[in-house]
């Protein structure tokens, strides 16, 4: 095609940023705050139980991740545990709740 008909897709170019790696909230921080991605971003370096469920699989039908929060991202959670020493990256479609040990750090702005 030629252009004309279909117009070409534009996309924004300025999406804002995310916190750095500490644990404050700062400017940069989208203004709603309760998505999961940050609502686990503000409690890196708390002890939690990740429960996950992956339905395609056999072997890994259910799962259960015992760890510290590490890093986390818009569709990914990375946690270390203390016990094994092993690193997880889990994608986030795959996470059906948290269980924290202590109290959650929550910031609600409306």
Known sequence: MNGSYYPNPTFPTNMGSYPDSSNEVNSTMPMEQSYIENIL???????????????DSNDWRDRIYDGIIEEA???HLIMMSPATNDWYLIPLIYVNWVEFEEKINYVKLY
């Open 73 to 75: 991202g818009k569709d």
């Open 41 to 55: 971003r503000l409690n890196k370096g708390k002890k939690v139980k990740v429960f996950a469920a992956y339905p």
